[in-house]
């Protein structure tokens, strides 16, 4: 075992789901080394003997991949180097290459000063106490050591040869690809033209990491402009847009409707489901009560759970569920799939169901709908959000409600609508969020809430 050090990486770094921060302050090469030795004394206690590391596209992603590679064979791991990959292509290795632990140097949709490292530990995607536990080991200088050797590999064919003999289309659909100068640029028009779709227009495929177009998260709205005009534009069907490490999409219609991703599972599971009749469908709580209607009338199983892909993941593994996805547009295939969330595959597999229709904006835009509000963050002191939520769940009543969840904050359900309050995992905020069947029913539910939460902490600035 080595010495305790002096410099231990920044507490802030830990996240719930990864580990994150601004590269000049705080994830600096030197710390991304040391809890690259860390990760290597885990993987050994938990059998591992090597693991696989790729990187996205922002600036600092070479250097810290050197220092991740270096803290990993200093713990006695030997390193499978895949280089610029999308997230998703770093799981895949891990099973292609059978080596079931894999760290991929990503940064996702934050600013370009930003990068991280999301961690899978011999097969799953650790969370929780277990990254903090990172920390604690090199605080106390519990960490292996070894002489691991290094070698590199390139996934990238495997991963695209493995998808297109998987995913076929029944036509040469017509799409825009956006990728907001994030690494899916370097694979997603490639997968897409040998798929046999007609890219028409290729928006911001070349990676570069200070991303000088638009922010790569197709979560906001604003970053979708570009797809929405280039279908204006051009004689595409549909458009799909990829975050920076490319495990989640985002897709707009011809007539510049954004799907959320919780409308997307609800297509996805319609498809899985008429083949795997009666299976569970997992999705999380902060998705549209339609996703659960959709699911049991195509004769499935849902399953309302927590918010966080490692925990989705998690999930996953225990049911044996052929599919899952998040409101954050994380979406899991296991049918024909592995289980993890990929973003590109998802693409695939949409175009696969869309080509087999004529109108593919029609489809989605029937797929059903109702007034919701965005996520709304409430924000708090540091930690401030759990306790708020907690004082939610002990003492909030709220009329005429047909369910009560608490397994990821509070979510109340009414006959026609829910309101959700729960407390983030990465940053100090509580997410809100709301939907009923009109207008009026989205102001009365909010209303509930909003009673509900200045009555536990009156000091708040409510978001709604």
Same mark, same amino acid.
């Given at each position: 075992?080595?010495? #305790?050090?002096?410099?231990?990486?920044? *507490?802030?770094?830990?996240?719930?789901?990864?580990?994150?921060?601004?590269?000049?302050?705080?994830?600096?090469?030197?710390?991304?080394?040391?809890?690259?030795?860390?990760?290597?004394?885990?993987?050994?206690?938990?059998?591992?003997?090597?693991?696989?590391?790729?990187?996205?596209?922002?600036?600092?992603?070479?250097?810290?991949?050197?220092?991740?590679?270096?803290?990993?064979?200093?713990?006695?791991?030997?390193?499978? %180097?895949?280089?610029?990959?999308?997230?998703?292509?770093?799981?895949? #290795?891990?099973?292609?290459?059978?080596?079931?632990?894999?760290?991929?140097?990503?940064?996702?949709?934050?600013? /370009?000063?930003?990068?991280?490292?999301?961690?899978?530990?011999?097969?799953?995607?650790?969370?929780? %106490?277990?990254?903090?536990?990172?920390?604690?080991?090199?605080?106390?200088?519990?960490?292996?050591?070894?002489?691991?050797?290094?070698?590199?590999?390139?996934?990238?064919?495997?991963?695209?040869?493995?998808?297109?003999?998987?995913?076929?289309?029944?036509? /040469?659909?017509?799409?825009?690809?956006?990728?907001?100068?994030?690494?899916?640029?370097?694979?997603?028009?490639?997968?897409?033209?040998?798929?046999? *779709?007609?890219?028409?227009?290729?928006?911001?495929?070349?990676?570069?990491? $200070?991303?000088?177009?638009?922010?790569?998260?197709?979560?906001?709205?604003?970053?979708?402009?570009?797809?929405?005009?280039?279908?204006?534009?051009?004689?595409?069907?549909?458009?799909?847009?990829?975050?920076?490490?490319?495990?989640?999409?985002?897709?707009?219609?011809? $007539?510049?409707?954004?799907?959320?991703?919780?409308?997307?599972?609800?297509? &996805?599971?319609?498809?899985?489901?008429?083949?795997? /009749?009666?299976?569970?469908?997992?999705?999380?709580?902060?998705?549209?009560?339609?996703?659960?209607?959709?699911?049991?009338?195509?004769?499935?199983? /849902?399953?309302?759970?927590?918010?966080?892909?490692?925990?989705?993941?998690?999930?996953?593994?225990?049911?044996?569920?052929?599919?899952?996805?998040?409101?954050?547009?994380?979406?899991?295939?296991?049918?024909?799939?592995?289980?993890?969330?990929?973003?590109?595959?998802?693409?695939?597999?949409?175009?696969?169901?869309?080509?087999?229709?004529?109108?593919?904006?029609?489809?989605?835009?029937?797929?059903?709908?109702?007034?919701?509000?965005?996520?709304?963050?409430?924000?708090?002191?540091?930690?401030?959000? &759990?306790?708020?939520?907690?004082?939610?769940?002990?003492?909030?009543? &709220?009329?005429?409600?047909?369910?009560?969840?608490?397994?990821?904050?509070?979510?109340?359900?009414?006959?026609?609508?829910?309101?959700?309050?729960?407390?983030?995992? $990465?940053?100090?905020?509580?997410?809100?969020?709301?939907?009923?069947?009109?207008?009026?029913?989205?102001?009365?539910?909010?209303?509930?809430?909003?009673?509900?939460?200045?009555?536990?902490?009156?000091?708040?600035?409510?978001? &709604?």
């Amino acid at each position: 075992m080595a010495n #305790a050090t002096p410099n231990v990486p920044a *507490a802030g770094l830990f996240k719930a789901y990864d580990i994150r921060g601004v590269v000049t302050t705080a994830l600096t090469p030197d710390a991304v080394r040391q809890i690259g030795q860390s990760i290597a004394t885990l993987a050994r206690e938990r059998g591992q003997t090597a693991a696989v590391i790729g990187r996205d596209g922002r600036e600092s992603g070479p250097a810290l991949a050197k220092a991740l590679s270096d803290g990993l064979r200093a713990g006695g791991l030997d390193v499978v %180097d895949i280089g610029l990959v999308a997230t998703p292509m770093l799981y895949f #290795a891990t099973y292609e290459l059978g080596i079931p632990t894999g760290v991929m140097v990503t940064g996702s949709h934050n600013p /370009p000063e930003y990068n991280g490292l999301k961690m899978v530990v011999a097969g799953e995607a650790i969370y929780g %106490d277990t990254i903090t536990g990172l920390r604690t080991r090199i605080a106390e200088g519990k960490l292996a050591t070894g002489e691991g050797g290094y070698r590199t590999d390139d996934i990238a064919e495997r991963y695209l040869q493995r998808i297109v003999g998987d995913v076929k289309l029944s036509r /040469p659909i017509k799409i825009v690809i956006d990728a907001g100068n994030g690494v899916p640029g370097a694979y997603a028009p490639e997968l897409f033209k040998r798929l046999g *779709a007609t890219v028409v227009k290729e928006l911001f495929c070349e990676v570069d990491g $200070t991303f000088p177009n638009h922010h790569p998260d197709p979560a906001d709205p604003h970053n979708l402009e570009d797809v929405m005009a280039a279908l204006r534009e051009t004689d595409a069907e549909i458009g799909l847009a990829f975050d920076g490490d490319g495990d989640r999409l985002g897709v707009v219609t011809k $007539t510049g409707n954004i799907i959320w991703p919780d409308r997307q599972l609800m297509l &996805f599971a319609r498809d899985v489901l008429s083949r795997n /009749p009666g299976q569970q469908v997992i999705f999380d709580v902060k998705c549209s009560r339609h996703v659960g209607n959709v699911v049991r009338e195509a004769g499935g199983v /849902p399953l309302l759970w927590r918010t966080g892909h490692s925990l989705v993941k998690a999930k996953l593994k225990e049911t044996g569920a052929p599919l899952a996805g998040e409101m954050s547009g994380h979406v899991f295939f296991k049918e024909r799939w592995y289980g993890f969330d990929d973003g590109l595959y998802t693409g695939a597999r949409l175009l696969e169901i869309l080509s087999k229709v004529e109108d593919p904006s029609a489809v989605l835009e029937a797929l059903p709908n109702a007034s919701s509000t965005p996520e709304l963050k409430l924000e708090t002191a540091e930690g401030e959000n &759990f306790t708020l939520v907690e004082k939610l769940q002990q003492t909030a009543k &709220f009329e005429g409600t047909t369910e009560i969840i608490t397994i990821d904050g509070v979510r109340a359900e009414f006959p026609d609508g829910f309101g959700l309050a729960r407390p983030s995992n $990465t940053t100090p905020v509580v997410v809100l969020r709301f939907e009923a069947d009109n207008p009026e029913a989205l102001e009365r539910i909010q209303a509930q809430f909003r009673k509900a939460i200045l009555a536990v902490a009156p000091e708040v600035k409510l978001p &709604f």
